[in-house]
Each structure stands twice: as structure tokens, then as C-alpha cells.
């Protein structure tokens, strides 16, 4: 177990555990600055990218964040089952939409993958061990 000390008591927390101990899971992580006025064009070609996430295979979800006010940057997280569905993502139509969204932001955006350790997106599949929302 891991113990923390907050304000002298002593609190008792469990430790993290992998939400899909039996399926691995991985991120596609982006960092980009957006361009200074370009927000709400980011934020509608990060829309137009929404349907066609969805139809690929092992697609498990999105999450975008933006900091702000001052020196805008984007963070970009789509959740994919396997690395292999991850990486078989990047089709054409997918690649135009990745053109289209970094247009809006400035040079060299920061492109990793990542594995996923702890999760709580819902799955279609009923025997993980994942929280449903």
C-alpha cells in the first residue's frame, strides 16, 4: 500500500491497479501551440476527426485539452485497444484530418505513443475490469 502524511494524519491509499489487467491498452499522445485566433478553426477540425476515429477498429477514445489564455497549447489523446490498432489508424483519411487539425498550430508538434496503465473508458467488451461511466 502507499502512505501519504497530509497535515500529520496518516492516510491509507490503495496502490493503482491496471483497470484492464488482461488487454493492453495505448495512447496516441500530441502537443501542439495553436495559432494565435485559430482556436475555434482547431477546434472544428478536431470535430471533422470525431466520425472517423470512431469507425476504426480498436478506437477507444478522444480526449483533447487546451491551455489558455495566454500562449494557447493543445494536448491530443486518442486511446486505441492494441498498438497494433494504433498504428493501423494512420489511413489516408485520417492522415488528411491529422494535416488539416496541425494547420492550425505551430511548427514541430510533439507526436509520442504511449502505453496506457490505468483507464476508466468504457468497453463494449463485458468481462474487463474497467469502471463503466
Known amino acids: 500500500m502507499l502512505v501519504r502524511l497530509y497535515s500529520r ?35 472544428a477540425a478536431i470535430n471533422s476527426v470525431r466520425p472517423i476515429l470512431r469507425g ?20 491530443v489523446v486518442s486511446v486505441w485497444n492494441s498498438i497494433d490498432d494504433l498504428r493501423n489508424s494512420e489511413a489516408t483519411a485520417i492522415q488528411q484530418a491529422v494535416v ?22 468504457p468497453s463494449d467488451n463485458l468481462d474487463d475490469d474497467i469502471t463503466k461511466l
Open 9 to 43: 494524519k496518516l492516510a491509507v491509499t490503495q496502490p493503482f491497479k491496471r483497470a484492464r489487467p488482461a488487454v493492453d491498452m495505448y495512447a496516441r499522445v500530441w502537443r501542439a501551440g495553436i495559432l494565435p485566433g485559430k482556436v475555434e478553426e482547431f477546434a
Open 56 to 75: 476504426q477498429p480498436g478506437f477507444c477514445g478522444l480526449l483533447v485539452l487546451r491551455s489558455g489564455p495566454g500562449a494557447l497549447e493543445a494536448t
Open 100 to 121: 488539416k487539425v496541425l494547420s492550425y498550430c505551430e511548427p514541430r508538434p510533439v507526436m509520442r505513443e504511449e502505453e496506457v496503465v490505468v483507464s476508466e473508458f
